[in-house]
């Protein structure tokens, strides 16, 4: 069983799934292949260089992947409640977790068949999202939601921090205490 599975691969679910590893979680993130920041053009990101989005996108998968989070490109097609936690279900198979994170960016259509309460978009463009509190959890135990998906920017950066934060809200439950990851030069 994961600690955490992310359904979603693009800046907010890799740096999810970074946050997580790094903290020593059993971490599984999904990528359907289709992140807009695929399509992107990226010049306003703190610290990178312009870059393009598919770049942007294996380099952060990359960095989570370096940490032990473990990158599966299957499109999820259900989430099931069970007696030992949440069932993440692919067309290929199905995966266990403790906690579950939607960072599916600017589809909340799973979230909705799943019966989590959506309403509508705050984003141009961006039709429904997650209804989620300053945390990013949802109405049910252990699915938490981030990103574009939670009501963010669709703004790579910002996505990215959400995907972060919300992270180490999970992390912070899972371990018992406030989790912080701070590194230092060696």
Do not use: C
């Not at 992107?40 to 032990?68: D, I, R």
């Not at 463009?125 to 009501?151: F, H, L, Q, S, Y």
């Amino acid at each position: 069983m994961y600690d955490i599975a992310i359904i979603g691969a693009g800046p907010a679910g890799a740096s999810a799934a970074l946050f997580a590893a790094k903290a020593g979680k059993r971490v599984i993130f999904f990528d359907s292949g289709k992140s807009i920041t695929a399509k992107a053009w990226v010049e306003n990101h703190y610290g990178v260089k312009e870059t393009e989005g598919p770049e942007l996108l294996k380099t952060g998968q990359s960095q989570a992947t370096k940490f032990g989070a473990e990158l599966v490109k299957e499109n999820v097609t259900s989430l099931q409640e069970g007696e030992n936690g949440l069932t993440v279900e692919t067309e290929q198979r199905s995966y266990e977790a403790t906690h579950v994170i939607f960072a599916t960016g600017m589809s909340a259509k799973l979230a909705e068949s799943f019966g989590l309460s959506v309403i509508d978009g705050t984003e141009p463009r961006v039709a429904k999202i997650i209804e989620v509190n300053d945390e990013g959890r949802t109405d049910r135990p252990n699915v938490w939601a981030a990103g574009t998906v939670a009501g963010v920017s669709v703004h790579t950066i910002i996505t990215a921090g959400d995907g972060a934060k919300v992270a180490i809200n999970v992390i912070s439950e899972l371990n018992g205490e406030r989790y912080v990851d701070h590194d230092i030069l060696k």
